[in-house]
Every structure is written in structure tokens, then in C-alpha cells.
């Protein structure tokens, strides 16, 4: 079976600067053909991904978070758990689980940094998209 649907989880934490890779993501795959899903935050999504690949109905599935540092070095520890999490996903239920977590170390909320973030997220969510178009046309043509 062919599948034309994507599924893309948000996290709502800096929503605004986040919602801007489903803009990018839907330039390329048309927003008829992905299914949003929203999380309170990075770490919530492995688990939703993990539940929406395993339905089957998904030919891919993109995670959108930016992971800020506040001070306290928790960002490192939840970046890389939710990355882990999402690889782990993917693997388990056999469906492409892309990443776009972003971390940067040098972030400030100022409308400088923030317009510069809402910028890279598009096309972050562009390459999600070319990402997720090409390991499925690779998958099809393997199976074939």
C-alpha cells in the first residue's frame, strides 16, 4: 500500500518560533496530506510518534521542538533524549521519524534571535519534507 499521509508533531513550547517548520514542511508535502498533532513539549513527542507510526496510515512522521537553554543544562539532556526517542520510534514501528529539535546554545528572546529562529525552522521543515519524500520513493523502489 501507498501512503500519502504525514503526520508532523509540534511542541508548544516557543510555538510560535516552532510552527514555522510546519510552514516549511507544507511547501513541499501539501497540507492536505499532513495530519498536526500538538505536545506541551519536546520530550512528550517520541511517544506520540511512536504511536502515530505504528498506525500504519503514516508514510512519514516529522517532530518539530526548540530546545533552549535556560541556564540549567536540563536543554542537553532533554535534546538528546527526545532525538534517542524519535530514532528509537522509527526503528520500532518501521516508518521514517524525522527530526527537526533544534538546540541552539546561544539563544536570547529578543526579536533579533526569535525572527532569526522562525527563519531556520522553515527550512528546517523543508529538509524534513525533501528528507521524508526521498526515504520513501528509496523505500518503494526497494520493495518493488
Known amino acids: 500500500m501507498t501512503h500519502t499521509r504525514y503526520a508532523f508533531i509540534k511542541a508548544n ?37 511512536r504511536d502515530l507510526a505504528q498506525t500504519g496510515r503514516y508514510t512519514a512522521v516529522a517532530a518539530a521542538a526548540f530546545v533552549v537553554d535556560g541556564g540549567i543544562y536540563r536543554h542537553d539532556f532533554v535534546a538528546q533524549a527526545v532525538v534517542d526517542g524519535l530514532m528509537r520510534a522509527g526503528l520500532d514501528a518501521g516508518v521514517p521519524v524525522l527530526s527537526i529539535s533544534l538546540t541552539p546554545h546561544q539563544y536570547q528572546e529578543t526579536r533579533h534571535h526569535n525572527e532569526i529562529f522562525r527563519n531556520h525552522f522553515v527550512e528546517k521543515g523543508r529538509e524534513a519534507a525533501r528528507a521524508a519524500l526521498a526515504i520513501a520513493e528509496t523505500r518503494r523502489s526497494i520493495a518493488a
Open 13 to 49: 513550547w516557543h510555538a510560535d518560533i516552532v510552527a514555522r517548520a510546519l510552514d516549511g514542511f507544507c511547501e513541499l508535502i501539501p497540507a492536505d496530506q499532513v495530519d498536526v498533532f500538538d505536545v506541551p513539549g519536546a520530550f512528550e513527542m517520541p511517544l506520540l510518534a
